[in-house]
């Protein structure tokens, strides 16, 4: 049975998913970006490819594209079917295979042993809001990793923000062909320190003014404690972090191998 949690990602990853390049001042940019800097960390840990990639948490394609275009076989998959549609769209106007399927992070619709990397990425590991459930995603992207695979993981720095408890995010303004988009979110603490209820505002020129677009959605807050923990639990181990600042990328970066098949 869906719970309340599960419905609520999927109806706010649904409802953005025609607007969510608009967060970039180029998306297109900013996927090749972003290609680059998973490139040459899984090339840093497998050699050279291509490499086999599952995007668990595809969204429209932003990670999953980029890597399809350098030259990966990427397959992609996400709890919102809308996204998902969005995503292979896309990847075929630039030119790229993106298979992809709507699945649950939880029950991967895939075989054993399949991939070279699994990808999660933009803190999507945090909409699951227990230990139970992220615990039985990893062991989901542990049971279709290859042997010697390499899970790839990133979640926002919420060491810091369990610390200073933010009540909302900086405005994001990007420029389109309609106008200027200000994106922002508010954030709701519950009681117990962890978990918040996210509103993601979207600020889209209209004819007399500004339409606003309002999406909300759970998280649970991981500390990167948290989430070494909880993927040692599910079997991985070389379990290691790379700050944004030494990989280029935007959030905290967690790489992992399957017990019994780390790197020797």
Not at 74 to 80: A, I, Q
Not at 85 to 97: D, L, N
Not at 193 to 198: A, M, P, V
Request: include cysteine; proline fraction near 5%; hydrophobic fraction near 45%.
């Amino acid at each position: 049975m869906e719970s309340v949690s599960d419905s609520s990602v999927r109806a706010f990853y649904d409802a953005l998913a025609p607007d969510y390049h608009r967060m970039f001042v180029d998306w297109d940019a900013g996927m090749a970006r972003q290609a680059a800097v998973f490139d040459d960390l899984i090339g840093g840990r497998l050699g050279a490819g291509p490499h086999r990639i599952l995007d668990c948490a595809c969204g429209i394609g932003t990670q999953a594209i980029g890597l399809a275009r350098v030259g990966h076989q990427v397959v992609g998959s996400d709890l919102s079917a809308v996204a998902v549609a969005r995503a292979v769209a896309e990847a075929a106007a630039r030119g790229a295979a993106l298979p992809a399927v709507a699945a649950d992070m939880r029950r991967l619709p895939f075989g054993p042993s399949g991939f070279d990397v699994v990808l999660c990425a933009d803190n999507a590991l945090p909409h699951l809001l227990t230990g139970q459930d992220v615990e039985a995603a990893l062991r989901e992207m542990r049971r279709v990793l290859r042997e010697d695979g390499l899970l790839v993981l990133t979640v926002r720095d919420y060491d810091e923000a369990r610390r200073t408890r933010p009540a909302a995010t900086p405005p994001q303004v990007s420029q389109t062909a309609a106008g200027k988009v200000i994106t922002f979110q508010l954030w709701q603490w519950h009681e117990d320190g962890e978990h918040y209820d996210l509103e993601h505002f979207q600020l889209v020129p209209a004819a007399d003014g500004w339409d606003v677009r309002v999406r909300r959605t759970p998280y649970w807050a991981l500390t990167r404690r948290q989430v070494t923990d909880l993927a040692d639990a599910a079997g991985f181990t070389d379990l290691t972090w790379h700050a944004s600042a030494l990989s280029g990328y935007y959030q905290p970066v967690l790489t992992a191998r399957p017990v019994g098949r780390a790197r020797r």
